[in-house]
């Protein structure tokens, strides 16, 4: 089964910082990869997702992601967070062709104006 | 589009009662799925559903039941609630082609006393 990472557990910056939050897997297969972001209160969506192709994905409100297989990682970044990002970040995998997704603890930015 | 809707968002159980989640899309996504979310934990997939008349447990199905009688609704059921089944409960869905993202619901938060 495939699992997930998410190390960073409380991360705070000031606004224009740069935003970088890790994820790792674990699964021998081929995966799709997923940001999901959470604001308070809300339910999840969907912040970008990779499949196959370029590893360096982009996704809504500036976030991107890169995709490096030989570490298995897929970390979110963003050159400069605002106020309005503060939320729950997940980091989620599941294998190619597969539906179930596994999602990591997420992680809480926290953004000081 | 509602897109998947919740009901209800906030319910208090005594242990030992059950009740039924509802969920319902108007997408007509063939993949549904119940995951759990706790804090420090991520989300958990309870079950799942890849079509009418299918289901399949997930990750920590104790405790819970499901059926899918329509391609529309996917309810939970608790049958004898307990303390650790306090938890913000999702529904989301998707197309069911494999890999794709998938649509959450607004979210159930049960307390269990």
């Known amino acids: 089964a495939q699992s997930v990472s998410q190390h960073n557990h409380h991360v705070i910056l000031s606004e224009a910082a740069s935003l970088e939050l890790g994820c790792n897997y674990s699964y021998g297969g081929t995966v799709n990869l997923f940001w999901y972001v959470q604001y308070p209160g809300q339910h999840l969506q969907l912040l970008l997702k990779y499949f196959s192709g370029d590893p360096l994905v982009k996704g809504i409100k500036g976030f991107e992601a890169e995709f490096i297989k030989s570490k298995f990682s897929f970390n979110l970044r963003k050159p400069s967070v605002q106020w309005s990002d503060t939320a729950e970040y997940f980091c989620?995998?599941?294998?190619?062709?597969?539906?179930?997704?596994?999602f990591g603890t997420g992680t809480r930015l926290t953004v000081i104006p | 589009n509602a897109g998947v809707t919740q009901t209800p968002k906030f319910q208090v159980l005594k242990t030992g009662q059950s009740m039924t989640l509802q969920c319902a899309q108007d997408?007509?996504?063939?993949?549904m799925s119940w995951y759990r979310q706790d804090p420090g934990m991520g989300l958990r997939l309870i079950h799942y559903s890849v079509g009418a008349g299918i289901t399949d447990q997930g990750e920590v199905p104790n405790g819970y039941n499901v059926s899918r009688s329509t391609t529309e609704d996917f309810p939970l059921r608790l049958l004898s609630a307990a303390p650790s089944q306090t938890s913000v409960y999702f529904c989301a869905s998707s197309p069911g082609e494999g890999g794709q993202p998938q649509h959450f619901g607004d979210g159930t938060r049960l307390s269990i006393l």
């Open positions: 997408m007509n996504h063939e993949y």
């Open positions: 989620a995998v599941n294998a190619t062709g597969a539906n179930n997704l596994f």
